[in-house]
């Protein structure tokens, strides 16, 4: 199953974009890219997915390189509420989500 | 939000009783997951199902099992509860299997005492 790989920990100013990275070198070409963020001990949220071509919605933006071994995803104007555990993910051979780490970003004011 | 319902919310009990916990879905969605989470570990599937009395194991199945009898519930049944499985457990859903997104419930805190 394909893994992905994030840094543990970003801060962004409030306002700002916030850029979160994550590279997924083992992804197989019809493995969708999914992100979702975790705020405290709630239940993990949806934010985005795609495939190859980049996303957007009205959560945010996901852009995905031409090899598919990478992707970010962009929060265009992050606010203090945005702070969570971002998680990108891949499907598993299980139809599952295989969870990371994730990136835990911090919005300051 | 996809209508999901985790039950109960929270629970403490002791060692060696069995555990029920139960999830509840109003969106006739196929596939159902139990995730757990704990910390760092991120969240790990334990069981799903791919429909009504369909399920298969997940990557930390040992000492849970489940069952579907109706599209809309999914139970994951505890045997006999050890401190090892004091966690958070989360419901998942899902329309298909790749391309459709995954909505999750709210949790469901246990401790084992």
């Known amino acids: 199953d394909a893994k992905t790989t994030q840094p543990p920990s970003m801060d962004c100013a409030e306002g700002r974009a916030a850029n979160l990275p994550c590279n997924h070198s083992?992804?197989?070409?019809?493995?969708?890219v999914y992100w979702y963020r975790q705020i405290h001990s709630q239940g993990p949220q949806y934010i985005i997915h795609?495939?190859?071509n980049n996303e957007t919605n009205e959560m945010a933006s996901l852009i995905i390189t031409e090899d598919r071994k990478s992707s970010t995803l962009i929060l265009p104007h992050a606010t203090l509420r945005d702070t969570a555990v971002y998680y990108c993910?891949?499907?598993?051979?299980?139809?599952?989500?295989?969870f990371g780490k994730g990136t835990k970003l911090s919005v300051k004011p | 939000d996809a209508g999901i319902t985790q039950s109960p919310r929270h629970k403490v009990t002791e060692t060696g009783t069995p555990v029920t916990l139960r999830c509840h879905q109003t969106?006739?969605?196929?596939?159902m997951y139990w995730y757990r989470q704990d910390p760092g570990h991120g969240l790990r599937l334990i069981h799903y199902?791919?429909?009504?009395?369909?399920?298969d194991k997940g990557e930390v199945s040992d000492g849970y099992s489940v069952s579907r009898s109706k599209t809309e519930d999914f139970l994951l049944t505890l045997e006999s509860a050890t401190s090892s499985q004091t966690s958070v457990y989360f419901c998942?859903?899902?329309?298909?299997?790749?391309?459709?997104?995954?909505?999750f419930g709210e949790g469901s805190w246990l401790t084992v005492v």
């Open positions: 969106e006739n969605h196929r596939y």
């Open positions: 795609g495939l190859k």
């Open positions: 998942a859903i899902s329309a298909r299997d790749s391309g459709n997104t995954i909505y």
């Open positions: 993910i891949v499907r598993g051979s299980q139809g599952n989500l295989i």
């Open positions: 083992t992804i197989s070409g019809n493995e969708y």
């Open positions: 199902s791919y429909g009504v009395k369909d399920t």
